[in-house]
Structure formats: structure tokens, C-alpha cells
């Protein structure tokens, strides 16, 4: 579901006096902004899950992603989810040209690549982590299967108290599919 048509729900359902706690995996950062005021006040006081520590973290890890996309891209504020994957998917491309060695070739990068099981994304997953490894595939949903919450209030996002993240785990047994 489109992010407008999530916020269009939610500002539905306020209109007809039901004041929903939303939550929204999308959304967060430069994505709200970029889509105008009428989804900012609809986001108001709506949840966001986010797979990397948010910039209001102030961390060095995302103090790091923001100069660098200030340096590099002129992008300022809050980034979007897309910026965010680029970043960590060129700093993973280069952990794994590191692992491969000084004369890497496409089977050495892979071979480095799977050999790879404790990534962190430049530091933007906390102390958590995710790998690359055949039979780590598929097995969380986010490093260690854990997000962080943030709430948007006023034209602001929030860091929410003691989901700094909240990590789950799986539940052995059980699937989920996407059919």
C-alpha cells in the first residue's frame, strides 16, 4: 500500500471520530516530507518503524550517513528509506570488495560476500546485524529482527522511549507466507 493511500485511511478514520494509533513500515524520513503537507497532517502522531537507527539518534553511524549524503548528494534533513538502503547496500558492496581481497574477481566477491555473517551497515543497525550467508537468508525481518520507533508530531520525528530498537524473535515452527 502506497504511503498516501496509508495516510489517507488514517485521516478517514480520524474524520469519522476514530483516533487510530497507526503504524507504517514506510514513510519515515524524507519519504513523509516529500509528500506534502496534507500526508504530514495526516501522519500526525502515527508510528514509524525503521530497519536502521534513526538520524535522531545522533549516533556517529547516522551522523556519518548524513554528512556523507550532504557531501556526496547535497541531501539534507532526515533521509529517505531509499537512501538508506543505498547506503548501506554500496557500504556492503564495499565490506565485500575488503573480503575479497586486493585483486578480487566476480567469484571471489561472492565467495567473500556469503562468507559475511555479521554485517551492521556502516553501524546503522546498532549492535545488531544481519548476514549474507546461504543459511541466514530469509530467517528475520531486519538485523536480528529488530526495528526502532519513531513518532512524527508537529513536523518532527520522535524517537519513542524504550524502542531504541525492539527486537523480536522467531518462533520456532512457525512460517509466514506470502501467499
Same mark, same amino acid.
Given at each position: 500500500?502506497?504511503?498516501?493511500?496509508?495516510?489517507?485511511?488514517?485521516?478517514? @478514520?480520524?474524520?469519522?471520530?476514530?483516533?487510530?494509533?497507526?503504524?507504517?513500515?514506510?514513510? +519515515?524520513?524524507?519519504?513523509?516530507?516529500? @509528500?506534502?503537507?496534507?500526508? *504530514?497532517? @495526516?501522519?500526525?502522531?502515527?508510528?514509524?518503524?525503521?530497519?536502521?537507527?534513526?538520524?535522531?539518534?545522533?549516533?556517529?553511524?547516522?551522523?556519518?550517513?548524513?554528512?556523507?549524503?550532504?557531501?556526496?548528494?547535497?541531501?539534507?534533513?532526515?533521509?529517505?528509506?531509499?537512501?538508506?538502503?543505498?547506503? *548501506?547496500?554500496?557500504? #556492503?558492496?564495499?565490506?565485500?570488495?575488503?573480503?575479497?581481497?586486493?585483486?578480487?574477481?566476480?567469484?571471489?566477491?561472492?565467495?567473500?560476500?556469503?562468507?559475511?555473517?555479521? +554485517?551492521?551497515? @556502516?553501524?546503522?543497525?546498532?549492535?545488531?546485524?544481519?548476514?549474507?550467508?546461504?543459511?541466514?537468508? #530469509?530467517?528475520?525481518?531486519?538485523?536480528?529482527?529488530?526495528?526502532?520507533?519513531?513518532?512524527?508530531? #508537529?513536523?518532527?520525528?520522535?524517537?519513542?522511549?524504550?524502542?531504541?530498537?525492539?527486537?523480536?524473535?522467531?518462533?520456532?515452527?512457525?512460517?509466514?507466507?506470502?501467499?
Amino acid at each position: 500500500m502506497r504511503r498516501n493511500t496509508s495516510f489517507a485511511i488514517v485521516e478517514g @478514520a480520524r474524520q469519522q471520530g476514530l483516533n487510530l494509533k497507526a503504524l507504517f513500515s514506510v514513510g +519515515y524520513g524524507a519519504d513523509l516530507y516529500q @509528500a506534502g503537507p496534507g500526508a *504530514a497532517q @495526516a501522519a500526525q502522531g502515527a508510528y514509524f518503524t525503521v530497519s536502521y537507527e534513526p538520524v535522531e539518534m545522533a549516533t556517529p553511524a547516522t551522523q556519518h550517513l548524513q554528512n556523507a549524503l550532504k557531501t556526496y548528494a547535497g541531501v539534507t534533513g532526515d533521509p529517505s528509506l531509499n537512501e538508506y538502503i543505498g547506503y *548501506a547496500a554500496v557500504d #556492503g558492496f564495499v565490506t565485500g570488495l575488503k573480503a575479497a581481497g586486493p585483486h578480487p574477481t566476480r567469484v571471489s566477491l561472492i565467495d567473500a560476500m556469503l562468507g559475511i555473517r555479521h +554485517y551492521d551497515a @556502516a553501524g546503522l543497525f546498532g549492535s545488531h546485524s544481519i548476514g549474507f550467508a546461504m543459511d541466514q537468508r #530469509g530467517q528475520v525481518a531486519g538485523a536480528d529482527n529488530c526495528v526502532w520507533l519513531v513518532q512524527f508530531v #508537529g513536523s518532527t520525528f520522535h524517537l519513542v522511549s524504550g524502542a531504541d530498537p525492539i527486537c523480536g524473535s522467531n518462533i520456532p515452527g512457525q512460517t509466514v507466507s506470502g501467499n
